[in-house]
């Protein structure tokens, strides 16, 4: 069988060649793929750089959409039985390739299934990425990150896709769709591709976080259904008022709330990540920033 990989490229100029020649370098001689990458409206010279690389697919949009709505592009366009989706700041490794091997006998006997990996640390990783990425543990809604997500036509055409209309978690909603249509969702650790976009200092670190946070909040109902967003707003919140009673003279009810803030982010610490004690405090403030940044998305207006 042969596998089309899709990639959905918004201002990647700094990623995208290195992506698609790792790609090929991984993929040659190993089993038979298109590349349809998705330009989506850039404006950073990723159109340029995409003329230089060979053996591509590009679909150029001139008006930017979600990346769901991109992948929905890539796939409608896929021409192979095999659907791999790939973010343009994801370097595939040779493991990933030899697994993709490996597994299309399995897919091709058993269609209606999902698999992939969570992303690997970049090849060169920041100390954010050591720090916080590297030890959280498996999510508790069962999904696969669609940046490293290898599924088959038969699945796409049975789900409808992706939600053209979520700007994030496109992923979990994806997967939680396709378990309820009956199909398996098998994480495989052998595919192990790098995450070159994971950030690499507290400002992108912040920044990140508060465009995940967007997602939850579209209308009251994604917030009240967010464990996240509805713990980040109150942890805030009491750091917030936390601020505001020490500066009126109430010292001792501002050391309170922030003592309370800081036990409820040490108790998330506890229950998300498998840490060393050396790491303790700076995942603890790790936490505090994605906490604010989550809660401080209520706050920005949802874009495309």
């Known amino acids: 069988m042969s596998v089309s990989i ?8 700094h990623f995208i060649t290195f992506t698609v020649n790792r790609l090929h370098e991984v993929l040659k001689d190993h089993v038979p793929y298109e590349v349809i990458i998705v330009e989506n409206a850039s404006t950073d010279g990723t159109r340029d750089a995409l003329r230089s690389l060979d053996d591509v697919t590009v679909i150029h949009v001139d008006q930017k959409v979600t990346v769901s709505m991109a992948r929905n592009i890539g796939i409608a366009a896929a021409q192979l039985p095999i659907i791999a989706l790939v973010d343009a ?4 490794t040779a493991q990933w390739a030899a697994e993709l091997v490996r597994q299309i006998d399995q897919l091709r006997q058993d269609p209606l299934q999902i698999t992939g990996c969570r992303y690997a640390l970049s090849e060169s990783p920041s100390w ?3 720090s916080w990425f590297a030890h959280m543990r498996a999510s508790g809604t ?8 290898i599924t088959t036509r038969e699945v796409m055409d049975l789900v409808g896709g992706f939600d053209p209309g979520m700007i994030t978690g496109e992923d979990v909603d994806f997967c939680l769709r396709a378990a309820r249509q009956g199909v398996r969702l098998v994480v495989n650790e052998q595919f192990v591709a790098h995450h070159e976009g994971y950030p690499r200092s507290l ?3 912040f920044n990140r976080e508060l465009w995940h946070g967007t997602g939850d909040f579209r209308n009251a109902r994604t917030f009240f259904h967010s464990k996240v967003a509805i713990f980040s707003m109150a942890t805030t919140i009491m750091v917030v008022v936390s601020v505001l009673c020490f500066l009126l003279g109430y010292s001792t009810t501002s050391l309170a709330l922030l003592a309370i803030a800081f036990l409820a982010n040490a108790s998330a610490v506890n229950s998300r990540f498998k840490y060393k004690f ?5 995942l603890i403030f790790l ?5 604010a940044a989550r809660s401080t998305a209520i706050f920005r207006r949802q874009q495309v």
Not at 6 to 13: G, V
Not at 89 to 92: A, F, G, Q, T
């Open 278 to 282: 050396t790491q303790y405090l700076i």
């Open 142 to 149: 069962p999904y696969i990150n669609s940046g490293n997500l």
């Open 128 to 130: 954010i990425e050591k």
């Open 287 to 291: 936490h505090m920033v994605y906490c």
């Open 203 to 205: 400002l992108s670190f």
């Open 6 to 13: 899709i990639i959905p490229a918004h201002n990647e100029a």
């Open 89 to 92: 700041d994801v370097l595939l």
